[in-house]
């Protein structure tokens, strides 16, 4: 062979192995039609779930669409809008989970049940009209060994929490650890539509500098409802008027959330006047 051929062969190989390279991908896993996931030990797998008006379903860890727990809900429950990962209270080793629901399309009620999801029992409940109710944590509150369930408890004029003795002992390996949040939530205002108030609910997995603003249709940045530095957990913003005596136009808005400067996440409103 001339040396003309092996630097043909050598330039020819040369290229392929270019190719071969840019052109490389990651294997694929799994692909799921269920987006949401979960974490109910410490030592396993995440696992996908899906959350719709009949049911809540927990698939087995990892990559998996085999169904192992299922909650029906009821019919005050199809609702049910978020759910929370808890330190488990039972000591079957398994995380229990919080079921959120907004009820009606009136004044403000949000309720929360808590759930052991093996055998679908309810381990306690909070559900009045008017009132809203969300979960602050489940850790030892006053140090006393025992772990404690701190609920907020809202209404038009006032926040208060109420901390509860679940008779479960603390555990410095509980899952998820002092109960903090594993991801952003910003849940959809409510009431929306709305007229002249309405109250956004979001939570934060890390402290860090939050700010909420709204944006008019035409994205102009019309109010800033949160500047500040805030702590883990669940968050409230209230949004009535833009201020200084100007009364916003009937139509759609956006807000946002962000943690450090970066967004994560916006949804739509609706005033109507």
């Given at each position: 062979?001339?040396?003309?051929?092996?630097?043909?062969?050598?330039?020819?190989?040369?290229?392929?192995?270019?190719?071969?390279?840019?052109?490389a991908?990651?294997?694929?896993?799994?692909?799921?039609s269920?987006?949401?996931?979960?974490k109910?030990?410490?030592?396993?797998?995440?696992?996908?779930?899906?959350?719709?008006?009949?049911?809540?379903?927990?698939?087995?860890?990892?990559?998996?669409?085999?169904i192992?727990?299922?909650?029906?809900?009821?019919?005050?429950?199809?609702?049910?809008?978020?759910?929370?990962?808890?330190?488990?209270?039972?000591?079957?080793?398994?995380?229990?989970?919080?079921?959120?629901?907004?009820?009606?399309?009136?004044?403000?009620?949000?309720?929360?049940?808590?759930?052991?999801?093996?055998?679908?029992?309810?381990?306690?409940?909070?559900?009045?009209?008017?009132?809203?109710?969300?979960?602050?944590?489940?850790?030892?509150?006053?140090?006393?060994?025992?772990?404690?369930?701190?609920?907020?408890?809202?209404?038009?004029?006032?926040?208060?929490?109420?901390?509860?003795?679940?008779?479960?002992p603390?555990?410095?390996?509980?899952?998820?650890?002092?109960?903090?949040?594993?991801?952003f939530?910003?849940e959809?205002?409510?009431?929306?539509?709305?007229?002249s108030?309405?109250r956004?609910s979001?939570?934060?997995?890390?402290?860090?500098?939050?700010?909420?603003?709204?944006?008019?249709?035409?994205?102009?940045?019309?109010r800033?409802?949160?500047?500040?530095?805030?702590e883990?957990?669940?968050?409230?913003?209230?949004?009535?008027?833009?201020?200084?005596?100007?009364?916003p136009?009937?139509?759609?808005y956006?807000?946002?959330?962000?943690?450090?400067?970066?967004?994560?996440?916006?949804?739509?409103?609706?005033?109507?006047?």
């Amino acid at each position: 062979m001339s040396k003309l051929s092996y630097v043909l062969v050598f330039v020819v190989g040369l290229v392929l192995v270019i190719a071969n390279r840019s052109s490389a991908q990651w294997p694929l896993e799994c692909t799921s039609s269920n987006v949401s996931w979960i974490k109910l030990r410490a030592d396993e797998a995440y696992r996908f779930y899906a959350l719709d008006s009949l049911s809540l379903r927990i698939m087995t860890p990892g990559c998996s669409q085999t169904i192992q727990y299922t909650y029906l809900m009821n019919a005050e429950e199809r609702s049910a809008n978020y759910i929370q990962v808890q330190p488990d209270l039972t000591g079957d080793g398994i995380s229990e989970i919080v079921l959120g629901c907004r009820i009606g399309s009136g004044p403000s009620r949000w309720t929360i049940k808590i759930l052991n999801i093996v055998n679908g029992a309810a381990l306690f409940q909070r559900s009045a009209p008017g009132y809203d109710y969300f979960v602050w944590g489940v850790f030892d509150f006053d140090g006393d060994g025992i772990l404690e369930c701190v609920i907020a408890v809202t209404d038009a004029a006032s926040q208060t929490l109420e901390v509860y003795n679940t008779g479960a002992p603390a555990s410095a390996t509980a899952f998820p650890p002092d109960n903090q949040p594993v991801a952003f939530e910003l849940e959809q205002n409510f009431p929306n539509p709305f007229n002249s108030s309405t109250r956004i609910s979001y939570s934060i997995p890390v402290s860090g500098q939050v700010t909420v603003d709204v944006f008019n249709s035409i994205g102009q940045r019309v109010r800033t409802l949160v500047n500040e530095r805030q702590e883990t957990g669940l968050h409230f913003a209230d949004w009535g008027s833009i201020g200084s005596g100007a009364t916003p136009a009937s139509g759609p808005y956006f807000y946002e959330l962000k943690l450090d400067g970066k967004p994560l996440g916006a949804r739509k409103m609706i005033l109507l006047k």
